[in-house]
Antibody, heavy 121, light 107 residues
């Protein structure tokens, strides 16, 4: 059974870079059936797609985040990562990694438990 | 971006009730519509994909319908564990946007 686990600092200073890693167990990030996705949810609010990466390393980012986002794949460690640059308080949120199935109308069928990131000095 | 709306934003119901949540897309998304359940402090859980397909392990009291721009999630015979927030999401085009959610609480 596939499981995802987010890790990274819970506190980031304004203007710095938020860095998170998602470790995949019970499956491979090189599987052609899936995209690997980051989602975030500000406190008390809805869900926002940040972006995703395919097994080939091709990426797609939410334009609302502009050029601040990079998602990368580490096939050696079976992980994928998120970097969000120049953060502000508006980036404070619960961050989830998830598996995206293209054959299930791009549904997110497996989620990590989430990690809280607070942007504050 | 494709905008997703949901109605109602909240509803109060009792165990055993049949409830329906509506989701609307700002443009046609065929059946690229997915539904999730989220409980407080937990990650969302996939319930339905492709508008009508029940995810493995999800009880049959959950059902989905619709195509194009209008979709519904129905829970037939609400159970205590079903009190949660429900989100729709379009899988038609990136960014794959979510609806704002519908909170189902106890009447």
């Amino acid at each position: 059974q596939v499981q995802l686990q987010e890790s990274g600092p819970g506190l980031v200073k304004p203007s710095e870079t938020l860095s998170l890693t998602c470790t995949v167990s019970g499956g491979s990030v090189t599987s052609a059936n899936y995209y690997w996705t980051w989602i975030r949810q500000p406190p008390g609010k809805g869900l926002e797609s940040i972006g995703f990466i395919s097994y080939t390393g091709s990426t797609n980012y939410n334009p609302s985040l502009g050029s601040r986002v990079t998602i990368s794949l580490d096939t050696t460690n079976n992980q994928f990562s998120l970097k969000l640059r120049s953060v502000t308080a508006a980036d404070t949120a619960m961050y989830y990694c998830a598996r995206n199935r293209w054959d299930y109308t791009y549904a997110l069928d497996v989620w990590g438990q989430g990690t809280t990131v607070t942007v504050s000095s | 971006d494709i905008q997703m709306t949901q109605s109602p934003s909240s509803l109060s119901a009792s165990v055993g009730d049949r409830i329906t949540i509506t989701c609307r897309a700002s443009q046609s998304i065929s059946t690229y519509l997915n539904w999730y359940q989220q409980k407080v402090g937990k990650a969302p859980k996939l319930l339905i994909y492709d508008a009508t397909n029940l995810q493995s392990g999800v009880p049959s009291r959950f059902s989905g319908s619709g195509s194009g721009t209008d979709f519904t999630l129905t829970i037939s015979g609400l159970q205590p564990e079903d009190f949660a927030t429900y989100f729709c999401q379009q899988g038609y085009r990136p960014p794959r946007t979510f609806g704002p959610g519908t909170k189902v609480d106890v009447k």
